[in-house]
C-alpha cells in the first residue's frame, strides 16, 4: 500500500540542521562542560491520520450571520478558531460571521475530541455542510426573477468577502438573504469513518514528526536538566500555526514530565496511590522546561481530507521522552528504558563515566 506522504525523513533532516546535530559526539560521555555531562539526543514520532465518523449542521439567517452546530467539544486544542477558519473560508464570509456551537447532545453527532482526529472529522464534515448551504445559496441566486444571474451556470455566480457576485451586479449577501430568504437556509454534511473510504483504504495515511533533544548530567548528583527540544511535524496543511504550535509545545512539555519525573507510585498492599496529589506527584514547572521551538514543514495531502490536514495532537508527546533518554543515554553511557529517569537510576551507572 502506498503511503499518502511521508516526509520523516525530511523531518529528521531539518531537525538535525537546525538543532546543530553536528556537535554530537558519538562515544557517550565525552561531551563535558566542566562537572556536566552533556549529550544529544533524537527520536521519530508517528501517528495514523483517523478520521472518525462526524456530522454538522450550518444555518444562514437573514442577517448573513452563520452558525455551524457540532457535539464535539474544545478541550483546549483550539477547535473553534479551525472550525471557524473553515466555515469562513468555504462560505466566503469574514470570520466574525460565524458562531459556532459546541458541545450540545442534541447537536449533530461527531467523532468527538481526542485522537488527533477534530480537525480532519469534525473539519471535513463543517466544510461539506458549507459546500451545501453554498449551493443552496447559489440556487436562490440562479432562480431570482428578473436578476442577470437567473438561469446562468453556477460558475457565473460567486460569494467573497460576505457579497454576492453574479454578471456585474455585487450586493451585500445580508441584504440577499433579507430579500430573497429571509426565513434563512440549513443545511448539513457529514464524513464516514476513514476504514469506510476508499481514500484510506487506497493509501497510507500517517502524520509524521522528529524530536531532538539536549541535556545536561551532573557528575556528582546525577541531575538530568533539559536544555533545548526541538519538534519538526509534518502532518499535512497547517490550518492554523499558533493553535498547532501550542498543541505541540504541550505534548513536549508533558513528555518532559514523562520522562525525568512524573510517576504514580501504587501500594501494591492497599491498593492505593501513595503519591496522590500535586506535592508528591511531581510535574515540570517553568524551571524545568527548557527553550522549546516547533517547526512545522511544508505539507499539503490531498489523499487525507478536502482541505489536506492530518492529525498532530499527539506528535508532541510522541517521540519527545524517548530523545531525551537516548540524549542521557549519550551524555552517561547509562541506558535507562523505564520513565522517569530518576536518580536511583542513573547514578549507578555514572561512576565510571563521571570520573
Not at 212 to 230: H, K, M, N, Q
Not at 244 to 266: D, K
Amino acid at each position: 500500500m502506498p503511503f499518502s506522504t511521508r516526509n520523516l525523513v525530511t523531518c529528521m533532516q531539518e531537525g538535525a540542521r537546525r538543532f546543530s546535530w553536528e556537535r554530537r559526539r558519538s562515544e557517550p560521555g565525552s561531551l563535558r562542560e566542566g562537572r556536566k555531562l552533556v549529550g544529544f539526543g533524537m527520536a521519530a514520532a508517528i501517528r495514523p491520520n483517523y478520521i472518525g465518523a462526524a456530522a454538522a449542521s450550518v444555518r444562514i439567517d437573514a442577517e448573513g450571520r452563520v452558525t455551524a452546530r457540532l457535539d464535539m467539544t474544545d478541550i483546549g486544542t483550539g477547535t473553534y478558531t479551525i472550525l471557524t477558519q473553515i466555515a469562513a473560508d468555504a462560505l466566503g464570509v469574514p470570520l466574525a460571521a460565524i458562531t459556532i456551537e459546541l458541545g450540545d447532545s442534541r447537536y449533530p453527532l461527531t467523532a468527538g475530541s481526542g485522537g488527533s482526529w477534530g480537525a480532519a472529522s469534525a473539519g471535513t464534515a463543517l466544510l461539506r455542510a458549507c459546500e451545501a448551504l453554498k449551493r443552496k445559496i447559489v440556487n436562490a441566486v440562479r432562480t431570482q426573477p428578473g436578476t442577470p444571474a437567473q438561469n446562468s451556470g453556477t460558475d457565473d455566480v460567486t460569494i467573497a468577502a460576505g457579497a454576492v457576485r453574479f454578471g456585474e451586479r455585487t450586493e451585500a449577501l445580508a441584504e440577499f438573504m433579507r430579500r430573497v430568504a429571509p426565513q434563512g437556509l440549513d443545511a448539513t454534511g457529514s464524513v464516514e469513518a476513514g476504514a469506510s473510504t476508499e481514500s484510506y483504504r487506497a493509501f497510507s495515511q500517517h502524520s509524521y514528526g522528529a524530536h531532538f533533544a539536549e541535556v545536561s548530567v551532573d557528575c556528582d548528583t546525577g541531575e538530568i536538566r533539559a536544555r533545548r527540544l526541538l519538534a519538526v511535524i509534518g502532518a499535512g496543511r497547517i490550518l492554523n500555526a499558533k493553535t498547532a504550535r501550542s498543541q505541540i509545545l504541550g505534548g513536549m512539555t508533558w513528555g518532559l514530565g514523562a520522562a525525568l519525573m512524573e510517576e504514580s507510585v501504587l501500594d501494591r498492599r492497599y491498593g492505593c496511590f501513595v503519591n496522590h496529589d500535586l506535592a508528591e506527584y511531581h510535574v515540570p514547572v517553568n524551571s524545568d522546561v527548557p527553550d522549546l521551538d516547533v517547526v512545522f514543514i511544508e505539507e499539503n495531502d490531498d489523499k487525507a481530507n478536502p482541505f489536506g490536514a492530518k492529525g498532530l495532537g499527539e506528535l508532541g508527546v510522541c517521540g519527545a521522552g524517548a530523545a531525551i533518554a537516548n540524549a542521557v543515554y549519550n551524555a552517561t553511557g547509562v541506558r535507562v528504558r523505564e520513565f522517569p529517569l530518576t536518580l536511583d537510576k542513573v547514578l549507578p551507572g555514572l561512576a565510571t563515566v563521571a570520573l
